[in-house]
C-alpha cells in the first residue's frame, strides 16, 4: 500500500498538482469564493509517468506471488530506470526483464545486427515521416482557425500517421538499443491501424500500456463490478480510458480523449450480437475492410481532441469537419482551393512517405522482414540498410522535434 501511495503521489505531485488547483480556482470563480490558489512551477522528472508505472507493476506483481521480490537493490534500480526505456517506455514487467539482468550479456553479431536494423527503421520513421508530418499538422493544430475544412481533416488523419510513426519509431529505438546489448524488450506496436475494432485497436496500440491498464485496473474493477452483468464490462471500460486519457495529460482534452474510447468500447460490448449478424451477411473482405474503415475514421476523430492545444481549439476543429464535404465539392467545381501550411510537393513527399510504410506493413504482414531480409545475399542486404541510412539523411526532417511521448 505504502508504495503504490507513494508513486502515485509522486506521479499525481508533479504531473496534476497545477491541473488540480487550476480547476479549483475556475469552480471558486463560478461560485463567486475569493480564492487564489498559487501554481507551482518545476520541471517534470524525466520519465515519470512510466517508471512509476513499471515500478507499480514490480510490487503488484510480487503482492500477488507472481515475481520473487527482488533483494538486489542496484538490480531494482536497473529495472525501473533501464534507459533504452526510460524516457517513452515500453512498460515492462518484472517477470520480463528481472531475470536478464542476471544473466552474461556477451556481444553477439546477430544481436548488433537486428537491434541496429530496428533503430534504422524507427529513425526512418521518426526523422522521414514523423517529422516531415509535423511540418503540417503542427501549424494547423497551433492556429486552426487559419485553415479551411479540408485542410484541418487533412491535419487530423496526418497526425495520426505522425504519432503513430513517432511513437512506434522510438519504440523500435529503444527496442533495438536493447537488442544490441542483449537485452529483449515486448513489443508495443503491431500495426494498429489495421484493426477491425476499437477493442482490436487497443490490442495493436501502445501494447504495454493497454495491458498495464488491463491488468491492474480494468480487470481487477470489472470483477469487482460482477454483480452488475455486462455493465461491469461497461463501467469498467470507461473508467479505465477515463484514467488513461488523464495519464497521458493533465488536461481536459486527453480525458474526453480517453472517454472517447472508453465509449466506444462499451458500445462494441453492448453491440457485439447485433454486429455480428450484420457482418455475416457481407463477404469476410468487404466486412474487414468496412470493420478497418470505420476505426480509423473514429480513431482520427478522436485525436482531434488529443493533438488539440485545449478543448475550446478541439470543439472548433469538430464544429468545422461536416464543412470539409461543401468545401471539397466546390473545389472539384474550381469553385476554391486548398490553404496548406506547406507547398503541394512537401505534401506529395508526405503522402509519399506514408505510402513507403505501409509498403513494409504489407510485406510484414506476409512474412517476417527480418527473416526476408536474412535469406538475401549480402550486397542486396547491405544495399538496403545503406538506403534507409542515406533515405534518413537527406529525406529526414532535423528541426529538434522532440518525440510526442516525451511529454508524458
Request: charge should be positive.
Amino acid at each position: 500500500g505504502l508504495s503504490i501511495v507513494a508513486n502515485i503521489g509522486v506521479l499525481g505531485f508533479f504531473k496534476y498538482y497545477n491541473f488540480f488547483i487550476e480547476n479549483l480556482n475556475e469552480l471558486f470563480h463560478m461560485t463567486h469564493v475569493n480564492s487564489n490558489l498559487s501554481l507551482l512551477h518545476f520541471i517534470l522528472p524525466i520519465g515519470l509517468s512510466f517508471h512509476t508505472f513499471q515500478a507499480m507493476s514490480y510490487t503488484i506483481e510480487v503482492y500477488r506471488g507472481n515475481q520473487k521480490a527482488e533483494r538486489h537493490f542496484g538490480i531494482y534500480s536497473l529495472y525501473v530506470m533501464f534507459y533504452p526505456q526510460l524516457v517513452a517506455g515500453p512498460i515492462e514487467r518484472p517477470q520480463n526483464m528481472l531475470y536478464q539482468f542476471y544473466e552474461k550479456h556477451e556481444f553477439e553479431y546477430d544481436n548488433a545486427v537486428a537491434g541496429l536494423r530496428m533503430m534504422i527503421w524507427g529513425l526512418f520513421k521518426k526523422a522521414v515521416i514523423a517529422d516531415r508530418l509535423a511540418m503540417v499538422t503542427d501549424p494547423i493544430f497551433n492556429n486552426p482557425k487559419e485553415y479551411d475544412s479540408i485542410t484541418l481533416m487533412i491535419g487530423v488523419v496526418f497526425f495520426a500517421f505522425r504519432i503513430y510513426c513517432d511513437f512506434s519509431g522510438y519504440s523500435n529505438i529503444a527496442l533495438g538499443s536493447a537488442r544490441v546489448m542483449g537485452f529483449k524488450l515486448m513489443t508495443n506496436f503491431n500495426r494498429p491501424y489495421n484493426a477491425k475494432s476499437i477493442s482490436e485497436f487497443w490490442r495493436k496500440w501502445h501494447i504495454s500500456l493497454s495491458t498495464w491498464f488491463n491488468d491492474y485496473l480494468y480487470t481487477p474493477l470489472a470483477v469487482s463490478l460482477r454483480n452488475m452483468g455486462i455493465y461491469a464490462v461497461v463501467v469498467a471500460s470507461i473508467v479505465t480510458f477515463l484514467v488513461s486519457g488523464l495519464w497521458h495529460g493533465a488536461a481536459w482534452h486527453y480525458i474526453v480523449w480517453g472517454g472517447l474510447h472508453g465509449v466506444a468500447i462499451a458500445y462494441e460490448v453492448l453491440t457485439r450480437k447485433t454486429r455480428k449478424k450484420i457482418f455475416k451477411k457481407l463477404p469476410k473482405e468487404i466486412a474487414d475492410l468496412v470493420g478497418m474503415f470505420f476505426t480509423f475514421a473514429y480513431v482520427c476523430f478522436t485525436y482531434i481532441f488529443f493533438a488539440a492545444n485545449n478543448m475550446k481549439d478541439a470543439v472548433y476543429i469538430v464544429s468545422r469537419i461536416p464543412h470539409a464535404f461543401v468545401e471539397a465539392i466546390n473545389i472539384a467545381m474550381g469553385k476554391g482551393g486548398l490553404h496548406l501550411p506547406v507547398s503541394p510537393a512537401k505534401l506529395l513527399m508526405c503522402i509519399a512517405a506514408i505510402g513507403a510504410m505501409e509498403v513494409v506493413h504489407i510485406i510484414q504482414n506476409k512474412r517476417s522482414l527480418n527473416i526476408l531480409l536474412e535469406q538475401q545475399p549480402r550486397i542486396l542486404r547491405w544495399g538496403i540498410y545503406y538506403a534507409f541510412i542515406f533515405a534518413i539523411l537527406y529525406m529526414g526532417v532535423f528541426q529538434n522535434r522532440q518525440f510526442i511521448y516525451f511529454q508524458f
